[in-house]
């Protein structure tokens, strides 16, 4: 099983700051088999990034995924409002699938 | 737009047998993937349940491997889980979504609260 590490836990930063979020593998993702994920008190989680670092339909180009291997990392370019919320990384190139403990990005 | 819908009772008593619905819309699940239930307890992060296409054949978490079936009816357009001999720890919101190897999860129903409680 890939475990999947994310830090920070808590990311505090005012509207308009850059967000860098990482996620580490125990083992290589195969195929860069990585996806970052939105979620919302009371929602389901939202894909934002899969292939380690191609944009889901419809989510805006201030997100944006890179990494391979061992290592992956999300940037927000510049908080909105509605971003802060909790992020989690998934590897699915390989079973079982796995969600790494995620991050929550927090009003400074 | 692929809609997901998860049904069943939101309250289970322990040793007994979970049982959830999801329905699909807008898809038919007999033309491929692999359909998956995710949970997540209160506070908590999120753990892949299993996988299963539209053949019958099933991945399942190892952790859960043991107390867990899933099946797939595809004249409902419909599949389900049961997990076995639940205690508190499999209180959680349950999640159906398009999930498995080699597809991230796009398509996901809104979840719905088991809580295990006698």
Redesign the interface.
């Known amino acids: 099983?890939i475990v999947l590490t994310q830090s920070p836990g808590t990311l505090s930063l005012s509207p308009g700051e850059r967000a860098t979020l990482s996620c580490r593998a125990s083992q290589s993702v195969s195929s860069s088999?990585l996806?970052w994920?939105q979620q919302k008190p009371g929602?389901?989680?939202?894909?934002l990034i899969?292939?380690a670092s191609s944009r889901?339909?419809g989510i805006p180009d201030r997100f944006s995924g890179s990494g391979s291997g061992t290592d992956f990392t999300l940037i927000i370019s510049r908080l909105e409002p509605e971003d802060f919320a909790v992020y989690?990384c998934?590897q699915?190139?390989?079973?079982?699938?796995?969600?790494?403990?995620?991050t929550k990005v927090e009003i400074k | 737009q692929v809609q997901l819908q998860e049904s069943g009772p939101g309250l289970v008593k322990p040793s007994e047998t979970l049982s959830l619905t999801c329905a699909v819309s807008n898809y038919s699940i007999s033309s491929g993937y692999y359909w998956g239930w995710i949970r997540q307890p209160p506070g908590k992060g999120l753990e892949w349940i299993g996988s299963v296409y539209h053949s019958g054949n099933t991945y399942y978490n190892p952790s859960l491997k043991s107390r867990l079936t899933m099946s797939i009816d595809t004249s409902k357009n419909q599949f389900s889980l049961k997990l076995r001999s639940v205690t508190a720890a499999d209180t959680a919101v349950y999640y159906c979504a398009r999930v498995f190897v080699g597809y991230a999860g796009i398509y996901w129903g809104q979840g719905t609260l088991v809580t295990v409680s006698s």
Do not use: C, I, N, V
């Open positions: 099983e088999y996806a994920y929602q389901a989680p939202r894909l899969y292939g889901a339909t989690y998934q699915y190139g390989s079973s079982p699938l796995t969600f790494g403990g995620g």
